[in-house]
């Protein structure tokens, strides 16, 4: 392996993945490194808590690319590899062990780690913080028919895995802090329509509590809660919101967006931190979204993979500004949904449905103006959902019956 690269990529996700493309895309012949802790190729996260439990796809369907892609593309992978430090002065990357790399351009894109529970027990080898291809295959092996499980979070991540499990016949009890499952994007409506989906198929939902301790009685854990309950269990899986992968950029002297909660590191709209040669995509940054006028991080697919790209022709000398509307979709049971633009629950919510609360079109306003669109079981509307936001226009209630048919 060489100790010199123009290009080095720190972070094997979807971003630093994309990245190699963006690159590639401008510049086939410099040297390009990818160094990512994970000990697998860059694969997508999405189906390690969807397709991979329903048979729609199998582990090796996840993969992003092959062997011989990045043989082709001309990249030297170091997988399994953590990388300890960042000097931008030198415009070095020390590895775990020691080993110094120099680099010409250097890409963060090293994402976010699972937050922990904080209550005692909460670092029990039977709880699992859910992010990885690995954590999936330990999460595999475990759930077998009958097997009871308590998913801690409502979010994203904690309402797809209790899905997951309950579709493969395990016993799954939810608790979660919020009154209803997905506060943060559901309307109270929705999220109570959906929450009563997942007690009509047999998940447990405790909804406005949390755990207070955690205790392994031989094969069991027991989760104890705010509410006195106890919980008992063969094992526990955790889905509440990561931390977004900062640490590099901070002791390199970067500046963070650190005063806002969950901040990211700082990029601006060609997607450069502070220093000119250090660039950062995916879950870890805070960039300028002009559509919104804010300066906003996403934890979602989409954009992992539009940044990673766009960084990567930017590293590559394409000066583009990142222009970017965000995007997500998710599936909990047959409810499915794509969602465009700002969607917050506490923005004001008008919806047009088919069929109440399963099928139909969900519009988030600020100030009277559409800045976000849900579809709700109605596909192939995204472009359509982004062309009502970006217009900008103020959408009165009459205009929304016709804004999107459904
Ligand atoms: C189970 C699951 C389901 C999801 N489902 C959806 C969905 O349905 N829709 C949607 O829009 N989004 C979904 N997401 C979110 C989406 O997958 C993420 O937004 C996306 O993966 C972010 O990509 P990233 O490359 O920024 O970060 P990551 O995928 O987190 O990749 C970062 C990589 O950097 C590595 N790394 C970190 N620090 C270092 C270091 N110091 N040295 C070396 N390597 C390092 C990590 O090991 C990791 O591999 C889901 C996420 C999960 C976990």
Known sequence: MKQKYDYVIVGGGLAGASAIEGIRSLDRNRTVLLAGADPNPPYDRPPLSKQLWTGKKKPEQIFLHDDAWYREAGVDLRLGTTVRE?????????????????????????GGQPRRLTAPGGDLPRIRYFRTYDDYRWLRERATPGARAVVVGGGFIGSEIAAALSLNGVKVTMIFPEPYIAQRVFPEGLGRAVQDE???????????????????????????????????????????????????????????????????????????????????????????????????????????????????RNM????????????????????GYEAAGLVDARLPTRAVWKKENETGVVYYQRDGVVKGVMLCNVWGKVDEARRVISAGARVEETDLQTAIAV
């Open 198 to 312: 997942y007690r009509s198929r047999g998940v447990t939902v405790l909804a406005g509590d949390i755990p207070v301790s955690f205790e392994e009685t031989g094969k069991a854990i027991v989760v104890r809660t705010r509410e006195g309950r106890d919980l008992e269990a063969d094992f526990a899986v955790a889905g509440i919101g990561i931390v977004p992968g900062i640490s590099l950029a901070l002791g390199a002297g970067l500046a963070s967006n650190g005063v806002v909660p969950g901040g990211g590191i700082r990029v601006n709209e060609f997607l450069a931190t502070s220093n000119p040669d250090v660039y950062a995509a995916g879950d870890n940054a805070s960039f300028p979204a002009k559509a919104l006028g804010d300066m906003i991080r996403i934890e979602h697919w989409d954009n992992a993979l539009a940044q990673g790209k766009a960084a990567g």
């Open 316 to 335: 590559a000398g394409a000066g583009e500004p990142f222009e970017y509307l965000p995007y997500f979709f998710s599936d909990l049971f047959d409810f």
């Open 86 to 110: 960042l000097d931008v002065s030198d415009k070095v990357i020390v590895l775990e062990g020691g080993e110094r790399i120099e680099y010409g351009k250097l890409l963060l894109a090293t």
